[in-house]
C-alpha cells in the first residue's frame, strides 16, 4: 500500500504493508482462464479448477453479506474457495486499506493479509486497486476495508483467483534450494522448450555459460494467450528488487502456481501486456523467467514507475517485512544479480548509474539522480517494498552478488575490454547467448562472437541487425554515398536510410571486401549481367576494362527493350555487323539516340570492342535518362564547362552518381566493370529503375 494513504491501525490488526504495482484496467465480470496445458495435485481450492488452470472470479463486495468478524464489520464469502485476491475499486474512490484472510482446509482462519494499492502507470499516483496476493488454498474469505475508519466494502470488487496444480509443477519443486550455474546442455533444453511455444515475444535461447538455472516461462505454464508485445532497452543500468507480498505459507510445488496467478491478474486484471516483473524468486530458491521477450534482452517491465526503462526487476515470492528471506532465495536473488550485471558488462554491484525521473516518484521530475547498480523499490517510487527485513539483508546481498559476479563467466568481457569497451562497442542489447554457431553478445555498436575458438569483439554498426548467417565481419563499417556498408565473412550488410539487407555474393571473383562488391552483386540481382560461368564459380573480372558494346547493352536491359526487337538488315554502323552477339542491343540504341558513335552516313563507327571512357559513359547515361540539364558548372577540377561532355559529366554528379575522387573525376580514365556496376546502379536508382 502507498504509505501516503496508509491510515492509523492497531498493531494487532494490521497485516505488513505490500507491493505497490501500475493498474492499468480492472474488470467487471467473472472470466474464467485458458487452460495453461498442465494438470492435479492435493488440495484443490476449487475442484472444477485443475490441470494447472487459473481461474478469476470477480465479485462486487455489495452483494456479499456485511458480518462481525474480529469486532470489526467484514464482507463474508463463506463459500467462496480461492488462492490468492486482488480488489478494485471505482476512479473517484480514495484508496481505502483493504484487508484479506481466508478459511484453510482445517477450518481455522490465515493471518489478516493487507493488500496493497497499486500504482498508476501514467502518473505514478495511487491506482484503483490493489496488487493480488496468495492467501494459500481456501474454501472461503473475508474482506474489509476502511478509509478514514469507514467501512467502505460496499464500494469494492474483488477479484478471486483460483490456481491449481500440475503435473510438471513437481520438476519445478526439485528445483528448490539455492540455484547452480545451468550446464550447456540445459540451458539448450530450456531454450527448445521456450521455442516450441508461440508467443507475442522472441522466447529466451540458450544463455551463455555461468546462467544460473531457471525455470522458463513454459516450464511453470505461463499461458501466452494472454500476453501482448513487449519491448526492451538498450541498455541495463540496474536491478531493482522486490517482494510480491502476499502469505509465505507455500509450498515448493504451489510455487509456480503463484507465478500461474500473477501471470493472469497482471493481464486479464490489470491490463498489462504481461506479467509485471523480469523474473521472480520463491523462497525456496526457485528462479522463474517472468515478463516475456527473452532473458538476454532488456525488457521494459512494470515494476518500478519511472525506472521500469533499463532497469531488471527481481520480485521475492513472499512478505518480507518482518521475516528475513530464506538463505536459499537470497542466495538465488545474489546469482541473479552478479549474472545479469556481468553479462551487460558491468563488474561493480556498488557502482552507480544516472537516471532523470518524471513525476510521480520519489525524486523531483527533471532532476537527475545517481542510484545504485542494486536498490529496492521503495528507494524509487512511494513504498514499503521490498519489506523491511529484506531491504536490511541488501549490505549481505549485495556482498554476495559481487561474490557471484567475481568469480563469474567473463571470456565476452575480456573480449568486450580488449575491443575497445563501452566506447567502441556501445552497451549491451542481448547477453550472451547460443545463436548458430557462436556464442553471441549483441551491443549497440559492436558484437562479441565466440565459437570455434575464444571470444572476439567487434565493431559495427550493424550489431543490432546481425544474424549468425552473416558469420563475422571481415572489416571496419563504412560510408559508400546515401548508404553504410560492412564486410561480412558471408556478404556485406546494407543500410539505406532505416532499411538493412544483406548481399550475398554471386561471383567468386568479387570479395565481400571489395569497394564495389555490393554495386556489382546489385547489378547482378537486377538481372543486368550474369558474368562468366555460373554460381559459385561465376565470374565478374571486376578489373577488366568495360567495352562500348558490353556497356550499351547494359544500359538497352535496364531500359527494358521489347524482347521481339530485332534490329535492322542494314546496320547503322560500318563496323557493327548482323551476326554481331549484342547487334540488336546496339541498333536499338541508335534508334532511341543513345549510341550516336563517331562520323555519319557510310562512315558512321560504333567501335564495339574498344574500351569505354568516363567522359563517354556520362553520355551514354545522360542520353538514356532523357536528361535536359544544360549547367556545365561542376566541383571537379579537371572537367570545365568547356569539356565535350561537362553538361553531362554535371548531371552525373548532380545526381549522385559521380562522386570523384579528392575533387577529380577522370573523364579520360578506362571504366572498368566495377566501376561500370558502380555508376550503372547508382544510375538506376537516381531515374527509379531499381
Known amino acids: 500500500m502507498s504509505k501516503r494513504n496508509l491510515s492509523t491501525v492497531p498493531e494487532d490488526r494490521r497485516a505488513v504493508s505490500l507491493t505497490r504495482r501500475t493498474l492499468m ?32 472470479v470477480d465479485v462486487p463486495l455489495a452483494q456479499t453479506e456485511l458480518v462481525d468478524a474480529d469486532g470489526d464489520q467484514v464482507r463474508d464469502l463463506p463459500e467462496q474457495p480461492g488462492t490468492m485476491v486482488g480488489v478494485t475499486w471505482p476512479h473517484e474512490v480514495e484508496a481505502p486499506e483493504v484487508q484479506v484472510r481466508g478459511r484453510l482446509e482445517g477450518g481455522e482462519w490465515t493471518d489478516w493479509e493487507l493488500l496493497e494499492t497499486a500504482e498508476d502507470p501514467e502518473t505514478g499516483e495511487d491506482a484503483p486497486g490493489t496488487e493480488c ?105 540496474a536491478v531493482v528488487i522486490h517482494h510480491t507480498a502476499g502469505t509465505n505459507s507455500y509450498t515448493a510445488a504451489q510455487s509456480a502456481e503463484l507465478v500461474r496467478g500473477i501471470l493472469t491478474y497482471h493481464t486479464k486484471t490489470l491490463g498489462w501486456a504481461d506479467i509485471g516483473y523480469n523474473v521472480l524468486v520463491s523462497k525456496h530458491g526457485q528462479i522463474f523467467e517472468g515478463r516475456s521477450g527473452g532473458l538476454h534482452r532488456n525488457i521494459v517491465g512494470a515494476h518500478a514507475y519511472g525506472f521500469n526503462t533499463g532497469s531488471f526487476g527481481i520480485s521475492v515470492m513472499g512478505n518480507y517485512q518482518s521475516t528475513s528471506v530464506p538463505s536459499a532465495a537470497r542466495s538465488a536473488v545474489a546469482q541473479l544479480v552478479g549474472w545479469k550485471l556481468l553479462s551487460t558488462f558491468q563488474t561493480k554491484v556498488s557502482a552507480t548509474s544516472s537516471w532523470t525521473p518524471g513525476s510521480g516518484t520519489r525524486f523531483p521530475a527533471g532532476k537527475k539522480v545517481s542510484l545504485p547498480k542494486m536498490f529496492g523499490h521503495r528507494d524509487v517510487n512511494y513504498t514499503d517494498c521490498p519489506g523491511d527485513a529484506l531491504y536490511k539483508q541488501f549490505g549481505t546481498l549485495r556482498s554476495e552478488a559481487q561474490k557471484a559476479l567475481d568469480g563469474g563467466w567473463k571470456d565476452h568481457l575480456n573480449a568486450f575490454t580488449k575491443a575497445g569497451g563501452s566506447s567502441k562497442l556501445g552497451t549491451v542489447v542481448r547477453s550472451a547467448h547460443e545463436n548458430g554457431p557462436f556464442t553471441a553478445t549483441i551491443l549497440t555498436k559492436g558484437l562479441v562472437l565466440q565459437g570455434g575458438g575464444g571470444a572476439t569483439g567487434y565493431t559495427s554498426s550493424f550489431a543490432p541487425e546481425w544474424e549468425h548467417d552473416w558469420r563475422r565481419p571481415e572489416g571496419s563499417a563504412r560510408r559508400d554515398g546515401d548508404r553504410v556498408v560492412q564486410p561480412f565473412q558471408r556478404g556485406v550488410a546494407v543500410r539505406e536510410g532505416d532499411e538493412v539487407r544483406f548481399v550475398t555474393p554471386y561471383f567468386s571473383d568479387v570479395p565481400t571486401t571489395s569497394t564495389f562488391f555490393v554495386d556489382v552483386n546489385d547489378l547482378a540481382a537486377l538481372g543486368i549481367t550474369r558474368g562468366w560461368g555460373t554460381p559459385p564459380n561465376a565470374e565478374f573480372r571486376p578489373g577488366e576494362a568495360n567495352r562500348r558494346d558490353v556497356m550499351i547493352t547494359f544500359i538497352v536491359r535496364a531500359l527494358e527493350m521489347p524482347a521481339d526487337y530485332k534490329g535492322p538488315q542494314k546496320s547503322p554502323f560500318r563496323d557493327v555487323t548482323p551476326n554481331m552477339t549484342f547487334y540488336d542491343e546496339i541498333c536499338w540504341a541508335f534508334e532511341k539516340g543513345i549510341a550516336r558513335g563517331r562520323g555519319s552516313g557510310e562512315n558512321r563507327t560504333f567501335s564495339p570492342s574498344a574500351t569505354f571512357r568516363r567522359d563517354e559513359l556520362s553520355a551514354f547515361l545522360y542520353r538514356a535518362a532523357g536528361a535536359k540539364d544544360t549547367s556545365t558548372s561542376n566541383s571537379f577540377t579537371d572537367v570545365p564547362a568547356t569539356h565535350t561532355f561537362a553538361k553531362e559529366i554535371t548531371w552525373m554528379a548532380k545526381m549522385g552518381i559521380a562522386r570523384g575522387s579528392g575533387g577529380i573525376f577522370g573523364p579520360s580514365s578506362v571504366v572498368r566493370r566495377d566501376h561500370m556496376a558502380a555508376f550503372m546502379v547508382r544510375w538506376m536508382r537516381a531515374t527509379g529503375r531499381a
Not at 474454501?139 to 510438471?168: F, M
Request: proline share 8%; glycine share 8%; charged share 15%.
Open 25 to 56: 484496467a480492472a474488470t467487471a465480470a467473472a472470466v474464467p482462464a485458458g487452460a495453461v496445458a498442465l494438470s492435479a495435485a492435493p488440495a484443490l481450492a476449487d475442484p472444477s479448477v485443475t490441470g494447472g488452470e487459473t481461474r478469476v
Open 133 to 237: 496476493a496468495w492467501i494459500g488454498v481456501v474454501g472461503a474469505l473475508q474482506i474489509r476495508a476502511e478509509l478514514d475508519g469507514e467501512d467502505v466494502t460496499d464500494s469494492l470488487t474483488a477479484h478471486i483467483i483460483t490456481t491449481s496444480p500440475a503435473p510438471e509443477d513437481a520438476a519445478v519443486a526439485d528445483a528448490a534450494g539455492a540455484p547452480e550455474p545451468m550446464t550447456l546442455s540445459a540451458r539448450q533444453s530450456v531454450a527448445r522448450a521456450a521455442q516450441a511455444v508461440t508467443m507475442a515475444n522472441p522466447a529466451t535461447p540458450a544463455l551463455g555459460p555461468g546462467t544460473p538455472k531457471y525455470t522458463s516461462r513454459k516450464g511453470w505454464g505461463a499461458d501466452e494467450s494472454l500476453v501482448r508485445g513487449t519491448s526492451a532497452a538498450d541498455q541495463l543500468k
